[in-house]
Nanobody, 128 residues
Framework: QLQASGGGLVQAGDSLRLSCAAS????????MAWFRQTPGSEREFVAG????????YYRDYLKERFTASRDNAKNVMFLQMHGLKPEDTATYYC???????????????????????WGQGTLVTVSS
């Protein structure tokens, strides 16, 4: 089970850190990822973390402002966001997959249906 938290209302230029806590056994997890979604749009890959190696994956245009990380000991993944813009407004979801294909293929990694577990989402609203 995944529990996302840390969303809220911020102003443009502010920073925010999201957390995703995994409960239960995480032994089978290969990758955890952040997605975001706005009403009427598809869920978009934001960043991912290889659960075992710590390798990081990003949507290219976000990597300068967003940093993903994980704490294996606490079973928590983070998304640190800096320089937030109004277009970052979305519900942010964390997800986990037990498939190694998510690590090997960027296309697979960016596909929401290739993730086994999802958190409930946390809303980030950035005002201008």
């Amino acid at each position: 089970q995944l529990q996302a938290s840390g969303g809220g209302l911020v102003q443009a230029g502010d920073s925010l850190r999201l957390s995703c806590a995994a409960s239960g056994s995480t032994a089978s997890i290969m990758i955890m990822a952040w997605f975001r979604q706005t009403p009427g749009s598809e869920r978009e890959f934001v960043a991912g973390v290889s659960w075992r190696s710590g390798d990081l994956y990003y949507r290219d245009y976000l990597k300068e402002r967003f940093t993903a990380s994980r704490d294996n000991a606490k079973n928590v993944m983070f998304l640190q966001m800096h320089g937030l813009k109004p277009e970052d407004t979305a519900t942010y979801y964390c997800a986990a997959s037990s498939s190694r294909q998510n690590l090997l293929s960027s296309l697979v990694r960016r596909t929401p249906s290739r993730y086994d577990f999802w958190g409930q989402g946390t809303l980030v609203t950035v005002s201008s």
